[in-house]
């Protein structure tokens, strides 16, 4: 049996403070995000926004964990949770949601099943 191209490290990939990307991210793991990135981001596992991350764009993942801003829609599989100093401008899909006291949170929420047949993430152009 051949070996596939996904990644049996454990450890997240990191974007650190300081650092802007644009263009979209794809991981088959979790990531952090502790920058800045203009695009998309899908990942097979969990994201992590820390306090000084900003996403302009969209996220599909499995479950997600905000303390920064996302400004665009989330897409979340299982749980999103949205810490105290978190700020959302844009629409949620998501199974569970966690929204702590001090959280911001400016659009439309759709909770169920997420899983259902995916369309496609529109590039930015």
């Given at each position: 049996?051949?070996?596939?191209?996904?990644?049996?490290?454990?450890?997240?990939?990191?974007?650190?403070?300081?650092?802007?990307?644009?263009?979209?991210?794809?991981?088959?793991?979790?990531?952090?995000?502790?920058?800045?990135?203009e695009g998309n981001i899908i990942s097979k596992g969990?994201?992590?926004?820390?306090?000084?991350?900003?996403?302009?764009?969209?996220?599909?993942?499995?479950?997600?964990?905000?303390?920064?801003?996302?400004?665009?829609?989330?897409?979340?599989?299982?749980?999103?949770?949205?810490?105290?100093?978190?700020?959302?401008?844009?629409?949620?899909?998501?199974a569970k949601l966690s929204i702590e006291p001090g959280?911001?949170?400016?659009?439309?929420?759709?909770?169920?099943?997420?899983?259902?047949?995916?369309?496609?993430?529109?590039?930015?152009?």
């Amino acid at each position: 049996m051949a070996k596939s191209n996904e990644t049996d490290n454990k450890l997240p990939n990191m974007i650190g403070s300081g650092t802007k990307i644009i263009g979209n991210v794809e991981t088959n793991g979790d990531i952090r995000i502790d920058g800045e990135i203009e695009g998309n981001i899908i990942s097979k596992g969990k994201v992590v926004i820390g306090s000084k991350g900003k996403i302009i764009g969209e996220v599909q993942c499995v479950n997600a964990e905000l303390s920064g801003l996302i400004q665009g829609v989330i897409k979340v599989s299982e749980l999103l949770s949205l810490k105290n100093a978190s700020k959302l401008l844009g629409d949620i899909f998501t199974a569970k949601l966690s929204i702590e006291p001090g959280a911001t949170f400016t659009g439309s929420c759709k909770m169920g099943d997420v899983n259902q047949p995916k369309t496609e993430i529109k590039e930015k152009g």
